[in-house]
């Protein structure tokens, strides 16, 4: 825990959270319930931080056998989805609805978008092909989820953080990964103009009105905020809406300029971390995982103080990644010649 008070990127997401809790005091209406639930949100998200930190230092290598396990299992369940959907829907213009306890399709793009570029950053790693197939798949699937559930941010925002983490990483076939991936892509589209058609028709929908809407109420408290528990109307075109479906405009409303400020010194911060630990380790899977978060953010995750969701794969888990490796011995790192003998000495019972 003392490496994680010490560090700067903690020390910006605790301001963020205790500012966001502090507007709560402000709210209209204001209710003690409704903040302590915030409060107590807020404290998972440090201990869901803190405990990726001490997992991955009792044993990184252990932490990504778990990684890649359910990595592999999330791409098996996504295969379930597909098929199972498309045996009683309409293939391939029915807008695809997953299995699982998320609300949206837009919810498991971004859970399987993340994923996604966690398979690939394994896949990079390892140089056996048989090793690298069934992440290679998995990212594949991930993809295809993203693309028949015509999740348009997250898969464009898939595709441009795939293309950087092989462009950033990869020295030789640099070329030959990117029109992989562009070839994917276009085959999507070419194969299934269905779906493209589907999600021209669907238009922007509401939310330029929704966010025009919100905005127009964010600027009568511009400094401040509504409030953390204040709670959001929008009413456009005879609906109402809890949500303003953009994190950046929801923050404004919520916490004004100074959350947005924090909120932005927070990802600067973050990127800055994540680009150095990037550069050093030749490892730009949790760079590129940051970059997919604060694209998808710009049409959906409300807000980042609330029950374990979407939100806390898609940006809370990168930042608790980075917290834990950056801070982790060189020595420690998966894949080091030290590291696998301290682990071997571990699980044979000597002291590494």
Not at 286 to 312: E, N
Request: with cysteine; net charge positive.
């Amino acid at each position: 825990m003392k490496q994680l008070w010490g560090h700067s990127l903690f020390k910006a997401i605790v301001a963020y959270l205790f500012y966001l809790l502090l507007s709560g005091f402000w709210s209209d209406p204001f209710d003690w319930f409704l903040l302590g639930q915030k409060f107590t949100i807020a404290v998972y998200i440090l201990c869901f931080i803190a405990i990726t930190h001490y997992l991955v230092h009792w044993n990184s290598a252990l932490y990504e056998r778990m990684l890649q396990t359910c990595i592999l299992f999330a791409a098996l369940a996504a295969t379930v989805s597909l098929v199972s959907f498309y045996r009683e829907h309409d293939f391939p213009s029915q807008r695809l609805v997953p299995i699982g306890s998320l609300t949206n399709i837009n919810e498991f793009s971004n859970v399987y978008g993340i994923l996604a570029i966690l398979a690939m950053g394994f896949a990079l790693k390892v140089d056996k092909l048989q090793h690298k197939t069934p992440f290679l798949l998995a990212v594949a699937v991930f993809i295809a989820i993203a693309w028949f559930g015509q999740s348009r941010t997250a898969f464009t925002s898939l595709i441009i953080a795939l293309v950087l983490t092989g462009d950033l990483v990869l020295n030789k076939r640099k070329g030959l990964y990117v029109v992989a991936l562009i070839v994917l892509a276009g085959s999507l589209v070419l194969i299934f103009p269905d779906v493209i058609e589907q999600a021209v028709l669907r238009g922007q929908g509401l939310r330029p009105l929704i966010w025009s809407t919100a905005w127009d109420q964010a600027l009568t408290a511009p400094l401040l905020g509504h409030g953390l528990i204040s709670p959001v109307a929008i009413h456009v075109d005879g609906r109402a809406f809890e949500t303003i479906h953009n994190a950046y405009l929801q923050i404004f409303w919520i916490a004004g300029s100074v959350g947005v400020l924090l909120f932005l010194v927070l990802l600067v911060i973050a990127f800055r971390r994540a680009w150095i630990w990037s550069r050093q380790h030749q490892d730009f899977t949790i760079f590129s995982m940051l970059l997919f978060a604060t694209c998808v953010m710009t049409t959906g995750v409300d807000t980042l103080i609330d029950r374990p969701r979407d939100q806390w794969m898609l940006f809370w888990f990168p930042l608790a990644l980075l917290l834990a490796y950056q801070s982790l011995s060189p020595r420690l790192l998966p894949g080091s010649t030290r590291g696998a003998q301290a682990d071997s000495d571990q699980s044979s019972g000597n002291p590494a």
